[in-house]
C-alpha cells in the first residue's frame, strides 16, 4: 500500500510544481518518447534476466504493491510453532517429531499456523532441519553451519530481484538521453522551419530526457531498494529458526530455545519476552 501511496506522492510533487511554474501539462504528453525509454527498458530486462528469474521479479513486484505481510503476529506464529514442535520433541523424543515434519500438509500443528507455512521456503527450511535432527548424526555447530550455508544461498537468490531493478534503473537516464537525442535529430531535419515548430520538437526531446531521469529515481530505484528490504527481512525470519533449532538441539528447554529465536528479531517486529510467554502459555501440542 505505501508504496502505491508514494508513486502518487512523486506524481503530484513533480507534476503539482510543474503546473505552479505554469507549465502546461500537455507538452509532457509525448507517447513516443515513453515507448522509447519503457520499451527499451524492458527489453534490456529481457536481455539480462532469465525467465525464472524474471518471475520471480514479476511476483516480487507484486508483492512490494500489496505491501508485506511480515508483521509481529506473523513473528508470534512462528515462535508458537517451534515451541509445539520443541514440546512433542521434548515430551516424546525426536522421532515423536516424524509424523509433522515429513507430512506437514497433514499435521495438527502445522495446520494452526497457515500463515507460516504458506511460505513455502520458509517451511523447507523448517521441516528439512527437523529431519537432520530426527536422523541424528549431525553436532549442533554442524547443524548451524549447514543453515548458515541455506540461508546464504536464500539471501543471493533473495537479493537478485532488487539487483535487476537497481540496474535497469541506473540505465533509465541514459535511455532518456538516447530518446532526447533522436528528438533532436527530428528537429534538425525541420530547423527550417517555423520557430514554433522547432520549439515543439525540442521540448518533445527533452521531455525524454526528464521522463528517463523521473522513472529511474522516482520509481524504479526506490522500488529496487524495497525489494531489498523485503528480502531482509524474510530473511530474519530463517535466522529466527536457526537460532531456535540450534538451540533445541543443544538440549535446552522449549522456552528457551524459543528465546533465543526471539532475540534474533527486529525490534520493529520482536515480541517483548512477556508477550511471548502469553501466547505461548496457551500452547499444547
Given amino acids: 500500500m505505501f508504496v502505491i501511496i508514494g508513486i502518487v506522492v512523486v506524481l503530484a510533487a513533480v507534476l503539482g510544481g510543474f503546473a ?15 515507448i522509447i525509454i519503457v520499451g527499451a527498458s524492458i527489453g534490456a530486462l529481457l536481455i539480462s534476466t532469465p525467465s525464472k528469474l524474471l518471475t520471480k521479479i514479476i511476483k ?17 506464529n512462528l515462535l508458537k510453532l517451534m515451541y509445539e514442535l520443541f514440546q512433542v520433541g ?26 507460516v507455512v504458506s511460505n513455502k521456503h520458509l517451511l523447507h527450511f523448517l521441516t528439512d532441519t527437523m529431519r537432520l535432527l530426527i536422523v541424528g548424526g ?8 549447514l543453515m548458515d550455508a541455506d540461508i546464504e544461498t536464500h539471501h543471493q537468490e533473495g537479493s537478485k530481484p532488487g539487483m535487476i531493478l537497481q540496474k535497469i534503473g541506473d540505465s533509465m537516464p541514459g535511455l532518456g538521453i538516447v530518446a532526447a537525442v533522436l528528438g533532436i535529430v527530428i528537429t534538425m531535419q525541420a530547423i527550417d522551419g517555423p520557430p514554433a515548430e522547432i ?29 531489498d528490504l523485503a528480502a531482509e527481512e524474510e530473511g530474519r525470519m530463517f535466522e529466527a529458526i536457526k537460532a531456535g533449532v540450534v538451540a533445541f538441539a543443544k538440549g535446552m528447554q522449549p522456552l528457551i530455545a524459543v528465546e533465543f529465536a526471539r532475540r534474533t528479531i527486529f525490534q520493529d517486529y520482536r515480541p517483548t519476552f512477556q508477550e ?7 500452547v499444547k501440542p
Fill in 20 to 34: 505552479i511554474e505554469g507549465g502546461p501539462f500537455l507538452v509532457l504528453i509525448q507517447y513516443a518518447e515513453f
Fill in 90 to 115: 521434548q515430551k516424546d523424543g525426536v522421532i515423536g517429531l516424524e509424523q509433522h515434519v515429513e507430512s506437514p500438509d497433514k499435521s495438527k500443528i502445522f495446520s494452526k499456523y497457515p500463515s
Fill in 138 to 145: 549431525a553436532e549442533p555447530f554442524d547443524l548451524e553451519g
Fill in 276 to 282: 511471548m510467554e502469553k501466547a505461548l502459555k496457551g
Fill in 60 to 76: 516480487k513486484v507484486t508483492g512490494a504493491l500489496k505491501g508485506s505481510k511480515i508483521d509481529q503476529a506473523l513473528y508470534l
Fill in 199 to 227: 520549439g515543439h520538437k525540442v521540448a518533445a526531446a527533452l521531455v525524454g530526457t526528464f521522463l528517463g531521469i523521473l522513472l529511474s529515481y522516482g520509481f524504479v530505484q526506490p522500488l529496487a531498494t524495497n525489494l
